[in-house]
C-alpha cells in the first residue's frame, strides 16, 4: 500500500472489555514497531518487531497488553480487560531498515477510548 | 529520559521565522523531529546524526549539538502548513536499543495568515 494502515480508525471499548488493533506496514518494511501517545504528549514506545521477531517489549504496560507480527507483515497489537487508563492513541510505525538512521512511517493511529 | 522540548507553543503570522529547541539528559547518537497534525500521523522531518550528517526536510533546517545534548530546528518564512505539533526524539546508541525513539512532549506551532 502507498502508507502504514491501522484499523479502527476509533474504538470505544467498556472497562473490562478485550480489543485488538490491526496494522498493515508499508510491503516489504523489516522493522514495525507500536507506540501509545496520550492526549497532548509524545509518543511512547511500546513494542518492536524485526520481521516476525518481537526484540522488545519493554514498553508494553502490562501484561495485559500483547503484540504479534506472526509472518513478518500485518501486526496485531491485543490489550485484555480494557482498564480507563488505557484510553490512548495507539500508533503504529514501520521503516525499511533495522537501524535508527532511518525514517519512521507513522500511520494515524487507532483512538481507543474506554468507558 | 524524555527528552525536553521548548518552547512548549508559538505563534506565528506568515512568513516569520521559528526555532524549536531540544535538550536530553543523556548522551545522544541522533535526533530525529516530526511533526503531527492534529488526528494525523506523525510525519518525519529530519534525522542528524552524531557527527554532523543531517538527512531530511529541504525547507527546514536543524542543528545538533552533541556536547550540550542539544538540538535545535530552525523554520525560516513559515508558511500556513507548517501549522502542527512538533516532536524530537533520541536514540540512546549505535548499539542495544538504538531502534528505539524516546520523543519530548511537543513543540505546538501555529501559523497565521
Known amino acids: ?115 | 529520559q524524555q527528552p525536553v522540548q521548548s518552547p512548549q507553543a508559538v505563534i506565528l503570522r506568515e512568513g516569520e521565522d521559528a526555532v524549536i529547541n531540544c535538550s536530553s539528559s543523556k548522551a545522544l547518537y541522533s535526533v530525529h523531529w516530526y511533526r503531527q497534525k492534529h488526528g494525523e500521523a506523525p510525519v518525519f522531518l529530519m534525522i542528524l546524526l552524531k557527527g554532523g550528517e543531517q538527512k531530511g526536510h529541504e525547507k527546514i533546517s536543524a542543528s545538533f549539538n552533541e556536547k550540550k545534548q542539544q538540538s535545535s530546528l530552525y523554520l525560516t518564512a513559515s508558511q500556513l502548513s507548517y501549522s502542527g505539533t512538533y516532536f524530537c526524539g533520541h536514540s540512546g546508541g549505535s548499539g542495544g536499543s538504538n531502534y528505539k525513539l524516546t520523543f519530548g512532549k511537543g513543540t505546538l506551532l501555529t501559523v497565521n495568515p
Open chain 1, 1 to 115: 500500500g502507498a502508507g502504514v494502515s491501522q484499523s479502527p480508525r476509533y474504538k470505544v471499548a467498556k472497562r473490562g472489555q478485550d480489543v485488538a488493533l490491526r496494522c498493515d506496514p508499508i510491503s516489504g518494511h523489516v522493522s514495525l514497531f507500536w507506540y501509545q501517545q496520550a492526549l497532548g504528549q509524545g509518543p511512547e514506545f511500546l513494542t518492536y518487531f524485526q520481521n516476525e521477531a518481537q526484540l522488545d517489549k519493554s514498553g508494553l504496560p502490562s501484561d495485559r497488553f500483547f503484540a504479534e507480527r506472526p509472518e513478518g507483515s500485518v501486526s496485531t497489537l491485543k490489550i485484555q480487560r480494557t482498564q480507563q487508563e488505557d484510553s490512548a492513541v495507539y500508533l503504529c510505525a514501520s521503516s525499511s531498515s533495522t537501524g535508527i538512521n532511518e525514517k519512521l512511517f507513522f500511520g494515524s493511529g487507532t483512538q481507543l477510548s474506554v468507558l
